[in-house]
């Protein structure tokens, strides 16, 4: 992973200028940083992505907003992706609700 990606993967405070930078890039560079990054916003953006192999990888991140999940297991054309989605739903369902939550 070159250190521009690197540096994407660590960020969890976004601006509009990194989002911006992220969907400037190459296909193959936003779907490695969809598969790790924790901005929900972006994650909406990439989940629209023309590229199924960047909407596969917003599929498999557990950061992606729930709606954003639902409607790529439910809409998106490809199958692979509609499967993604919801293993992904199904995992983040299955896991337990911490006590200060309940």
Known sequence: ????L???????????????AVLKMQHQER????????????????SMDQ???????VAKNSFTPL???KRLAEEDL???IQNAAKETLKAIQSQ????NFQ
Request: aromatic share 8%.
């Open 1 to 4: 992973m070159n250190g521009n």
């Open 51 to 57: 590229h199924a192999e960047v909407r596969g990888n």
């Open 78 to 80: 490809c199958t692979n």
């Open 67 to 69: 709606p954003t999940l």
């Open 31 to 46: 779907a490695e940083l969809a598969k790790s990054i924790t901005c929900a916003g972006l994650l909406v953006d990439l």
């Open 6 to 20: 690197q540096f994407y993967t660590s960020l969890s405070d976004w601006s509009a200028w990194d989002e911006a």
């Open 96 to 99: 337990p609700v911490p006590k």
